[in-house]
Every structure is written in structure tokens, then in C-alpha cells.
């Protein structure tokens, strides 16, 4: 874990509501996909946690979706403002697991976290296939850029107007090796009972401190109390308890 100061290389949106920002600074604490980093903000007492979406050298992708005043925050950053940054938190996935054909399903701001993975997948020579759920078609996000990296891509939307109609899960399907997911519970939830082979999950909880100090974000699973932030936030399906 590093806490240091970032700079705003440059923002786009990708959607209406959802941004990609480029910032430089010292990655060599991030170690695996599907961690994350914790930003601090003007005058917001806790940090906000965002998954490491893309890493080139000191150069870090975060995706977030505006969704309150810290994510709105981050949206008016410009390019050379700084950004204090804890870096290398979470245990993000495990790539040994993958066997030969992986199968990544992310849903909405859960994609993010599924890029680095597969871009590592891709290169050990791994036959990555990805599903992207999302509720309609204004809202698909980075679908060019996984079919870039040599992924087979299926596009789900909730409402059918772009790619398979109805959930990720319409789109589980042939012959896989283990499954990486990340997306809301209910998604989650669905993918757990749908898929036949071993799986790695990522979890999202309210967090306090975001390094395994605080306990808000523990989670009670098959092996006993979890920290998502530092035992997490992938657990392994069979370790999961769901709580109703
Ligand atoms: C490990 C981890 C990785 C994450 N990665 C991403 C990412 O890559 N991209 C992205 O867009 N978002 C991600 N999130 C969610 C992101 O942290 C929250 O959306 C953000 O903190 C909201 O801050 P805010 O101040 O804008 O909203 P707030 O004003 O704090 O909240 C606005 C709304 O968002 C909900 N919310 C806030 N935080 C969370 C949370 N942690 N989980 C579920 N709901 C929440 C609140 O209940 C409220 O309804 C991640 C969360 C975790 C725990
Ligand atoms: S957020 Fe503090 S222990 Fe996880």
C-alpha cells in the first residue's frame, strides 16, 4: 500500500454519466488486476474507491460513474490538478486460475476492473471471451476495447436495444475454464447459480478506510469474517455465503 500524490493526465466521458480519467504517478504497489486505489477529496472526510482499470507503466486508468458529490468531484478534475492516491489495495484477481478459456462478465461500473485482467489473460495466450452487461444502449462502455485486445465480446443490454436482450446471464454459455466477475450483487448473485466451473468475485461495500483497519466493510463468508478491502474484494465462489 502506497498513499501518494497523482497527476490528472486527461478525462473523457464515455457515457452521460460515466468518465474515463488518466492520472501519472508511482504504480509499483499496484499488483494485480482487480485491485483498487482510494482517492482523496476536497472537504470528504472518507475516501472514494475506484478498481485500477488500466496500468501502462506510471500511467493508471480509473472508469467511474458519477454517482454522488465525490464522483462529481472527480469529474471537474483537470488536466495537471493533483490527487492524493492510496495505491495497491485489495487482493484482485488471481490470472493462475484462469485455465485456458477464461470467462470475464462485468456489469456496468463493474467492467472497469476486467480490462487489466483480460489484457493479461490475452497476453500469457489465454482465449479470453468477455460479456458487458448494461441496462441500455447508451450506456455501453469500452466494448472496442476489449475486441482490441483479441477478446471474444458478447454485449448484453437489460432493455434489448443493443446486443443480447435481458441480463449477463443470457450470454453464459459454451465451454469455459473459470469465470471472473464483477458487477452489482443481484448480477453477481445470478452469474453464482448460472456458471459450472470455479469462479473469482468481486465484491463492492461501503468502506471507511479502504486498508483493514476500520472493519465497516467485513463480510461474513463459508471460511469466516472477511475485510473486502483487504481480503477482498475477490472471493472465490465457493468461499461466498449470501446473505438472503
Ligand atoms: C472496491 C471498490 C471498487 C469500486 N470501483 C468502482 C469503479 O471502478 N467505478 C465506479 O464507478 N465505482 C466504483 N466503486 C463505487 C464507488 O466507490 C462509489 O460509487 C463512490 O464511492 C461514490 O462516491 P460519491 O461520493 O460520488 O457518492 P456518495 O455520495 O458517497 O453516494 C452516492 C450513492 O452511491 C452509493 N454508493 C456509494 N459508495 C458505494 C459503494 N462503495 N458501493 C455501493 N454503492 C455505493 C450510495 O449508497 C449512494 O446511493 C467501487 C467501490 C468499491 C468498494
Ligand atoms: S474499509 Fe476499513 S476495514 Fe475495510
Not at 485482467?117 to 471471451?129: C, D, I, P, S, T
Not at 443480447?164 to 469465470?179: E, K, L, Q, S
Request: net charge neutral; charged share 20%; proline share 4%.
Amino acid at each position: 500500500m502506497n498513499d501518494t500524490l497523482f497527476t490528472v493526465l486527461c478525462q473523457r466521458k464515455l457515457t452521460d454519466s460515466v468518465y474515463e480519467m488518466k492520472l501519472s504517478g508511482d504504480t509499483s504497489h499496484i499488483t494485480r488486476p482487480g485491485q483498487f486505489v482510494n482517492l482523496r477529496l476536497d472537504g470528504l472526510y472518507l475516501r472514494r474507491p475506484i478498481s485500477v482499470c488500466d496500468l501502462e507503466g506510471e500511467t493508471l486508468t480509473l472508469i467511474y460513474k458519477v454517482v454522488g458529490r465525490g464522483t462529481s468531484q472527480m469529474s471537474r478534475l483537470t488536466a495537471g490538478e493533483t490527487v492524493q492516491v492510496l495505491t495497491g489495495l485489495g487482493n484482485g484477481y488471481d490470472a493462475a486460475l484462469s485455465g485456458p478459456r477464461p470467462l470475464l462478465i462485468g456489469g456496468g461500473v463493474g467492467v472497469p476492473p476486467l480490462y487489466l485482467l483480460a489484457k493479461r489473460l490475452v497476453a500469457e495466450g489465454k482465449a479470453v471471451r468477455v460479456v458487458l452487461g448494461f441496462n441500455t444502449a447508451a450506456e455501453v462502455f469500452y466494448e472496442d476495447r476489449f475486441r482490441d485486445l483479441g477478446c471474444e465480446v458478447a454485449v448484453t443490454t437489460a432493455d434489448g436495444s443493443y446486443g443480447i436482450p435481458g441480463f449477463v446471464t443470457a450470454a453464459i454459455g459454451g465451454d469455459y475454464t473459470h469465470v471472473y466477475t464483477c458487477g452489482p450483487e443481484p448480477m453477481l448473485k445470478a452469474v453464482y447459480r448460472a456458471v459450472k466451473t470455479g469462479g473469482s468475485f468481486s465484491f463492492e461495500k461501503r468502506m471507511g478506510c479502504g486498508f483493514g483497519a476500520c472493519m465497516g466493510c467485513s463480510c461474513k463468508t463459508i471460511t469466516g469474517w472477511k475485510r473486502i478491502c483487504r481480503e477482498g474484494p475477490v472471493l472465490q465462489k465457493e468461499e461466498i455465503l449470501w446473505e438472503d
